[in-house]
């Protein structure tokens, strides 16, 4: 089975910190997406990598970043964590011309305090 | 207009029910049509993966494409508690890997 793993299902930061979220794929999958998911307004697309050290800005990317220096790990990162960055985070991954089939993780609720 | 349109529900329903959940989108370069489960704090999983226009049956679960009206089904026979969840009406275009989500209709199934 396909598993996507991400690092923590909770956080609680406060306002300004850095807040790392990692994600690790163990299928040898060329995609990797992030995700959050606020009610009311469904998933969206922060950032994906069809590539180790490739990631492309996705429909949200302001106030993210993104790390895709091995093949099944993909990071996203808060540089100064913000109350409205509260939400939960969801990692995917798909293989290299798969349309439409993501294999997402468990997610990790941020709360930002 | 949205690309894709759901209503969020919740959809209540009495255990055995037949649940009838829909979706229109606008885009008519899509051409893959899923349906995707989310449990309660769970990622999403992919339930039904169509090609094109018509049905396809899998067990209680039957989804249908009509892409001259651009509107997706997702039927569900013997409904059962454990069918509750949200369920995102998910197309794609071809050679395109990123999927368009649907926001999703919340499913619950009462015993």
């Known amino acids: 089975d396909v598993k996507v793993t991400q690092s923590s299902r909770y956080l609680v930061k406060r306002t300004g910190e850095k807040v790392f979220l990692e994600c690790v794929q163990d299928m040898d999958h060329e995609n990797m997406f992030w995700y959050r998911q606020d009610p009311g307004l469904g998933l969206r697309l922060i950032y994906f990598?069809?590539?180790?050290?490739?990631?492309e800005k996705g429909d949200i990317p302001e106030g993210y970043s993104v790390s895709r220096e091995k093949k099944e790990r993909f990071s996203l990162i808060l540089e100064s964590a913000s109350t409205n960055q509260t939400s939960m985070y969801l990692c995917?991954?798909?293989?290299?011309?798969?349309?439409?089939?993501?294999?997402f993780g468990e997610g990790s609720r941020l709360t930002v305090l | 207009q949205k690309e894709v349109e759901q209503d969020p529900g919740p959809l209540s329903v009495p255990e055995g029910a037949i649940v009838s959940l829909n979706c229109t989108y606008s885009n008519s370069a899509f051409q893959y049509f899923m349906w995707y489960r989310q449990y309660s704090r769970k990622g999403p999983e992919l339930l039904m993966y169509?090609?094109?226009?018509g049905n396809k049956e899998d067990g209680r679960f039957t989804a249908q494409v009509d892409k001259s009206s651009k509107y997706i089904s997702l039927f569900i026979r013997d409904s059962q508690p454990s069918d509750s969840a949200t369920y995102l009406c998910v197309p794609a275009s071809g050679g395109s890997y990123i999927p368009t989500f649907g926001r999703g209709t919340s499913l619950i199934v009462h015993p």
């Open positions: 995917a991954s798909s293989l290299q011309g798969a349309t439409g089939e993501l294999f």
């Open positions: 990598s069809y590539d180790v050290k490739m990631k």
């Open positions: 169509t090609y094109s226009s």
